[in-house]
């Protein structure tokens, strides 16, 4: 069972990044998945969630309107869409998925059973 990060990268403020989360060992389809960030110094934080029941999304209220969750049940790899970068997304961003996740649980790091490795995703000038 793994999940792998890939896709950070450097990019200018005001740029855009899509990072993608392949699984192995187990369907995503059938898991609730959620992206976290962790900057320097900082406590991990949610991103986005998609829901596993019905693949609705939700998103940390930093990111609406410029990040975006996805899903590829067929290459079972969820993607992030990140636009509109600023500096304060640079972070080490991370994919996780949980079989058994509720709705008020989606943003708690302890809620999910697998983590990938992490991307660092920096946005500078």
């Known amino acids: 069972v793994q999940l792998q990060a890939s896709g950070g990268g450097l990019v200018q403020p005001g740029g855009s990044l899509r990072l993608s989360c392949a699984a192995s060992?187990?369907?995503?389809?059938?898991?609730?998945i959620g992206w976290f960030r962790q900057a320097p110094g900082k406590e991990r934080e949610w991103v986005s969630g998609m829901r596993r029941n019905d693949g609705r999304t939700y998103y940390a209220d930093s990111v609406k309107g410029r990040f975006t969750i996805s899903k590829d049940n067929a290459k079972n790899t969820v993607y992030l869409q990140m636009n509109s970068l600023k500096p304060e997304d640079t972070a080490v961003y991370y994919c996780a998925s949980g079989a058994r996740i509720i709705l008020s649980a989606m943003k708690s790091v302890s809620a999910y059973d697998y983590w990938g490795l992490g991307t660092q995703v920096t946005v500078s000038s």
């Open positions: 060992g187990f369907a995503l389809a059938y898991t609730t």
